[in-house]
């Protein structure tokens, strides 16, 4: 006698598999595939998976074919929400794991998705197309995704705004003066807090790679660079301030704005009046 507990002779009982009336149901395992499960004699048991060639001829035909229709059909669903998974991906530029929250899709997919050789892991929760090239800014672009109410300053937007032939190996990023400090492993922040005008005024949004970032504009930069020459070194804000204006990147109205809404109007007075 065969219980319908996956075609092996059972302890627990001795019903013949053929048997109609025997209750059962099907029971899924984490890779979808499913196994018939007897609730009238032998349940819980741990199910064994019917080998290939093995007689069909015991079990119940019903259950054979809700098997065959739950493979066929969590196949092309596996297949789809991957493939809609690496969409997203493309359409965002650089993608957080945490955004398929709000799809309602779970992460599982962009593992599938990274297996498969359709998107690219970059950090960590970071992913982005298989086939993108990164550019210069894609350091500005993961920092904006880490920290998407961080504007980027000083240095950084200098390198932006081709005002400066550093290179800087971190970000630097302006946050309110009441802001938590983002916990970010990489790419490496530089925190800078900026508070009232000083945080809002000229801050404009520029897309790298298909990722809208937050960036001051030249004039403000260059304030930004007097304002925080201790850190900076002085040298770097006067060479932002000669490219800016011989570059046209902002008039003198607007660097002269610029440094008082940064409280700096004085300091950069009189290198104003020796470029004009």
Request: aromatic content about 6%; some cysteine.
């Amino acid at each position: 006698m065969r219980c319908r507990c996956e075609a092996r002779l059972c302890t627990k009982c001795s019903q013949d598999s053929r048997d109609p009336k025997s209750a059962s149901r099907l029971q899924w395992d984490s890779e979808g595939v499913a196994y018939p499960v007897n609730l009238s004699s032998c349940s819980p048991f741990r199910p064994i998976p019917l080998q290939h060639g093995e007689a069909l001829a015991g079990y119940n035909m019903s259950v054979l074919v809700s098997i065959h229709r739950h493979i066929v059909k969590s196949a092309p669903m596996a297949t789809s929400k991957t493939e809609l998974v690496a969409r997203m991906v493309r359409r965002a530029g650089v993608f957080r794991s945490r955004d398929l929250n709000g799809a309602g899709i779970p992460r599982q997919y962009l593992k599938l998705a990274t297996d498969r050789g359709l998107v690219r892991r970059v950090g960590r929760g970071l992913y982005i197309p298989a086939d993108a090239q990164a550019t210069e800014h894609h350091s500005l672009a993961e920092a904006s995704k880490r920290v998407p109410n961080g504007i980027i300053c000083l240095i950084s937007a200098l390198r932006f705004h081709d005002l400066t032939t550093q290179s800087p190996h971190e970000v630097w990023m302006a946050i309110s003066e009441k802001a938590r400090r983002p916990k970010v492993d990489y790419p490496p922040l530089r925190i800078v807090r900026f508070s009232g005008d000083s945080l809002d005024y000229g801050a404009v949004t520029q897309k790298v790679e298909g990722v809208p970032i937050r960036v001051f504009d030249p004039a403000k930069t260059v304030a930004d660079c007097f304002k925080y020459r201790n850190k900076i070194g002085l040298d770097v804000a006067l060479e932002a301030l000669r490219d800016c204006y011989r570059q046209r990147k902002a008039t003198m109205d607007e660097l002269w704005k610029a440094a008082k809404v940064c409280r700096v109007a004085r300091v950069m007075q009189p290198y104003l009046e020796s470029i004009a």
